[in-house]
């Protein structure tokens, strides 16, 4: 996602082409892609801590 809106313009397109064929390109695209699933994981993960945070506070308070 961040390779797409970086190749707008032509030069750039070309550059990231040339990273991607470099071996250090590889590891840097599937570093983005994996960033950007972590990401997305990660959000929902404090999202569902919280729910369960909120859930054992509401529980310790009547123990």
Request: net charge positive; proline share 4%.
């Given at each position: 996602?961040?390779?797409?809106?970086?190749?707008?313009?032509?030069?750039?397109?070309s550059h990231i082409s040339w990273l991607l064929n470099t071996e250090y390109g590889h590891k840097f695209y599937y570093i983005s892609e994996f960033e950007l699933k972590f990401s997305y994981y990660q959000s929902n993960f404090v999202t569902a801590t919280a729910?369960?945070?909120?859930?054992?506070?509401?529980?310790?308070?009547?123990l």
């Open positions: 996602m961040k390779i797409v809106m970086l190749g707008s313009a032509p030069a750039v397109k729910y369960f945070l909120l859930l054992f506070s509401s529980i310790s308070n009547y």
